[in-house]
């Protein structure tokens, strides 16, 4: 079964589809960087007033950080799309997969606040080779 479909099963984004999966080597570390685009004639959601609108443009690619899987850290790689709201003007999209501005997935800090019940932040941090802001913030 491929990656892709377990995602689709666990984690479905409706406007969104799952596009290239890398597994990248950086400071002697994995890292695995799942791309996701917008399914064609999806319309971005505005992020102040959740109405869709025209999008005209590409933010730079972002990562957003997913829960690790088998020890390698998951990022979702998203450009965000710039949406003309005819009640808010010129806003960045809303994605399902994380609030606001947050680097976060709302799935990987629900993951990190529910191990933080049972063990220290610092703990927590470390076996899931984050931060421990990261894990306060969750």
């Known amino acids: 079964?491929?990656?892709?479909?377990?995602?689709?099963?666990?984690?479905?984004?409706?406007?969104?589809?799952?596009?290239?999966?890398?597994?990248?080597?950086?400071?002697?570390?994995?890292?695995l960087?799942?791309?996701?685009r917008p399914r064609k004639?999806?319309?971005p959601v505005c992020s102040v007033c959740c109405t869709t609108g025209p999008g005209y443009d590409s933010l730079p690619v972002r990562p957003f950080e997913f829960v690790p899987l088998w020890g390698i850290t998951v990022f979702f790689v998203y450009a965000m799309r710039r949406v003309e709201c005819p009640r808010c003007g010129t806003k960045v999209e809303r994605v399902p997969w994380a609030e606001g501005k947050n680097h976060l997935t709302t799935t990987y800090a629900w993951f990190l606040a529910k191990w933080a019940k049972r063990l220290y932040w610092?703990?927590?941090?470390?076996?899931f080779q984050t931060t421990w802001d990261n894990v306060f913030c969750s």
């Open 1 to 31: 079964m491929l990656l892709k479909s377990i995602l689709n099963r666990v984690q479905f984004h409706s406007g969104f589809v799952y596009g290239s999966v890398r597994l990248v080597e950086k400071s002697a570390r994995l890292l």
């Open 122 to 127: 610092k703990e927590v941090a470390d076996a």
């Open 33 to 36: 960087e799942i791309e996701i």
């Open 41 to 43: 004639g999806s319309r």
